[in-house]
């Protein structure tokens, strides 16, 4: 029974735990936030910690099936958005970092102005290019689907962001928005949304990809900070793996302790049988 417990604080030690916000990863200023870390069960504490210095500790609460600890921001402001970290400890072993989590404050000094050309209503095959100004100089902006990843352009001065797409194709159908960033994690009030409706005939694999290559986003900030997901598939495989293996060491137990009853009943009878011979 020794094996998948040392198995089992191994993992603990190798796993990176997951991380994500509630109710999203980009939050309007003084709106109230959550991160959420959560590592394999039986983790006994977390640590957050952010890229600007902020830290955090938390136990799990046994009470909450979920699992995990959830860090509350009260408030989010541009101190509190950021780049997030987070480990979880077993015993005396702690887990390597999560991936990443960008937090972005919202709503921060003007709205900028979003068209699309040659129009909302195309055929697919064409291409469309979205245009996004804000009148406050800024040099990243960033194109968001519902639903979808973003996209970060640059842009110089006054002069509008653009961000070409196409071949278009139905999936490309949605409710766009943009938004102006005065740091990596600081952005405007959002664009007034845009709709795009692509009809005709839908062409195979098809993908939101700016025809240009968009800037490297380690020089403009967080290039798609979606809500973060939690894999729950490989969160399960492991527990049915550890399942296994607790049930294959019970079986040999099992069966060891049935092999002994039964050499002992045997030598029993043959003991009982000589006395009776004699």
Same mark, same amino acid.
């Given at each position: 029974?020794h094996?998948?417990?040392?198995?089992?604080l191994?993992?603990?030690a190798?796993?990176?735990?997951?991380i994500w916000?509630?109710?999203?990863?980009r939050?309007p200023?003084?709106?109230?936030?959550?991160?959420?870390?959560?590592?394999?069960?039986g983790?006994e504490e977390?640590?957050?910690?952010s890229?600007?210095?902020?830290s955090?500790?938390?136990r799990p609460?046994?009470?909450r099936?979920?699992?995990g600890?959830?860090?509350p921001?009260?408030?989010?402001t541009?101190?509190?958005?950021?780049?997030?970290?987070?480990?979880c400890r077993?015993g005396e072993l702690?887990?390597e970092?999560?991936?990443?989590?960008d937090?972005?404050v919202?709503?921060m000094?003007d709205?900028?102005?979003l068209w699309?050309?040659?129009?909302? *209503?195309?055929?697919? =095959?064409?291409? @469309?290019?979205f245009y996004?100004? #804000?009148?406050t100089v800024?040099?990243?902006?960033f &194109?968001?689907r519902?639903?979808?990843?973003?996209?970060a352009?640059g842009?110089?001065?006054a002069?509008p962001a653009?961000?070409?797409?196409?071949?278009v194709?139905?999936a490309h159908?949605?409710?766009?928005r943009c938004?102006?960033?005065?740091?990596?994690?600081?952005?405007?009030f959002?664009?007034?949304p845009?709709?795009?409706l692509?009809?005709g005939?839908?062409?195979?694999?098809?993908?939101?990809?700016?025809?240009?290559?968009?800037?490297?986003p380690?020089e403009?900030g967080?290039?798609?900070?979606?809500p973060?997901?939690?894999?729950h598939t490989?969160?399960? *495989?492991?527990?049915? =793996?550890l399942? @296994?293996?607790?049930?294959?060491? #019970?079986?040999?137990l099992?069966?060891?302790?049935? &092999?002994?009853?039964?050499?002992?009943?045997?030598g029993?009878g043959?003991?009982?049988?000589?006395?009776h011979?004699?």
């Amino acid at each position: 029974m020794h094996f998948p417990l040392m198995a089992l604080l191994c993992l603990e030690a190798l796993t990176r735990p997951s991380i994500w916000a509630e109710p999203d990863s980009r939050i309007p200023e003084g709106k109230p936030a959550a991160i959420w870390c959560q590592g394999l069960p039986g983790a006994e504490e977390y640590q957050l910690r952010s890229e600007g210095g902020l830290s955090a500790w938390g136990r799990p609460e046994r009470s909450r099936a979920r699992g995990g600890v959830r860090f509350p921001i009260a408030a989010m402001t541009s101190r509190t958005a950021g780049r997030y970290r987070c480990f979880c400890r077993s015993g005396e072993l702690w887990s390597e970092p999560s991936e990443p989590l960008d937090l972005v404050v919202t709503g921060m000094y003007d709205t900028p102005t979003l068209w699309v050309l040659p129009g909302s *209503l195309v055929t697919s =095959g064409e291409n @469309v290019t979205f245009y996004c100004r #804000l009148e406050t100089v800024t040099n990243t902006f960033f &194109l968001l689907r519902e639903g979808g990843p973003s996209h970060a352009q640059g842009s110089h001065g006054a002069v509008p962001a653009e961000f070409p797409v196409g071949p278009v194709t139905s999936a490309h159908t949605g409710t766009y928005r943009c938004f102006g960033a005065y740091s990596g994690h600081v952005w405007s009030f959002p664009s007034e949304p845009v709709k795009l409706l692509v009809t005709g005939e839908e062409a195979p694999n098809p993908s939101l990809e700016p025809t240009d290559p968009a800037p490297d986003p380690g020089e403009y900030g967080p290039s798609a900070p979606a809500p973060a997901a939690w894999d729950h598939t490989a969160q399960n *495989l492991l527990r049915i =793996g550890l399942a @296994v293996l607790v049930l294959v060491a #019970l079986t040999c137990l099992l069966a060891e302790d049935w &092999l002994c009853r039964w050499r002992t009943r045997e030598g029993a009878g043959r003991a009982q049988g000589s006395h009776h011979s004699g």
